[in-house]
């Protein structure tokens, strides 16, 4: 069964955003990305973040 929320297209965060939203710098988000604590997805030349791994990212630390 599809629902409301599976049939939205997954949003995508860019470096800016993403540092925006947990404080950190960009550079910090690409030594992340490159050891493979964070995942990223390349969209042409761009980089981007899923939100939805970011969200689960996020709940995982606060357990």
Do not use: Y
Request: glycine share 4%.
């Amino acid at each position: 069964m599809i629902t409301q929320r599976d049939s939205q297209p997954p949003t995508f965060l860019t470096p800016a955003e993403l540092a925006n939203r947990w404080q950190v710098t960009t550079m910090t988000l690409r030594r992340w990305r490159k050891s493979g604590k964070l995942n990223a997805h390349h969209l042409g030349r761009s980089i981007r973040f899923s939100l939805a791994d970011i969200e689960k990212i996020e709940a995982e630390s606060r357990a």
